[in-house]
């Protein structure tokens, strides 16, 4: 499907991730963790995760990674007419009545908002874990303070003076959550995955991080062993894919952007 839209206004949340507002011209029907191709004048085709959505309203989230992300950070702006092609991706499990906790770092923010709206519309709660590298990488974005029922920020240059300490691992512990969900940065998504193995709790993750090109032919789908080719079949996994990915050593602790 595909549909035009204009940027509407372009939000910094900080120095290397900012969010783009899109009124677009038709309704779509994306559903949270899903993407859409993004084309506009003088940049071509970019694959972006869907930040939020409401009444042809669309949130894309653009970190700056590499070439491409940061000559969109530099050049984007207000009132320029994009094409929109999608949704793509298979998207989250949204369960209802259920209690959930999403861990992410800063840079794997993408999909949340919408998942958590979503998740809140079909009586599900929700907490956040959001970790941010350095004190000064630390934003607040509104719509998670509005949707989840707590938000919790942790600063990784501090957490360092206090090795003992790890509130996901205290959180998950305690046993009132039904359903973890996680993206951003390698050692993230790694120690939750074998965390939630441990705990026997299901979970989902957002690798958005895999596309790197940005021409939408992502560097892993030349990787046969892992069955998948994100760029068709979307970026949220499940353990099991994380394992192989693990196995074929293509996700690290340092991986992401």
């Known amino acids: 499907m595909y549909t035009t839209g204009v ?5 910094d949340l900080s120095i290397k991730i900012k969010v783009l507002k899109v009124k677009l011209k038709s309704k779509i029907k994306p559903r949270p963790g899903q993407f859409v191709i993004m084309w506009a004048p003088d940049i071509g085709k970019v694959p972006l995760t869907i930040s939020d959505y409401y009444n042809r ?14 000559w969109l950070h530099r050049n984007l702006r207000r009132g320029v007419t994009v094409t929109i092609e999608g ?9 209802r009545n259920k209690k959930c906790l999403i861990v ?3 840079d794997g923010i993408a999909p949340f908002p919408f998942l958590i709206r979503r998740l809140l519309n079909l009586n599900s709660r929700t907490d956040v874990i959001l970790s941010f590298r350095r004190s000064k990488d630390v934003f607040v974005l509104s719509k998670l303070r509005h949707y989840a029922e707590n938000v919790y920020t942790c600063i990784e240059e501090y957490r360092r003076s206090r090795a003992t300490y790890n509130l ?9 959550y039904e359903m973890v ?18 705990l026997k709790l299901p979970c989902e993750i957002s690798l958005d991080g895999v596309v790197r090109c940005y021409i939408t032919t992502c560097r892993y789908c030349t990787f046969k062993s892992l069955g998948v080719v994100f760029c068709k079949e979307g970026f949220i996994v499940g353990p099991e894919l994380i394992a192989k990915m693990v196995r074929c050593n293509i996700i690290k602790p340092d991986w992401y952007y």
């Open 87 to 95: 949704p793509y991706g298979r998207g989250f499990h949204t369960p």
């Open 181 to 198: 969900y996680v993206g951003g940065r390698g050692d993230l998504i790694l120690s939750l995955v074998h965390l939630c193995n441990y």
């Open 57 to 70: 309203s669309l949130d894309l989230i653009i970190v700056a990674s590499e070439r491409t992300t940061h």
């Open 168 to 176: 996901p691992e205290e959180l998950l512990k305690k046993g009132i």
């Open 7 to 11: 940027i509407l206004d372009i939000e």
């Open 104 to 106: 992410t770092s800063d």
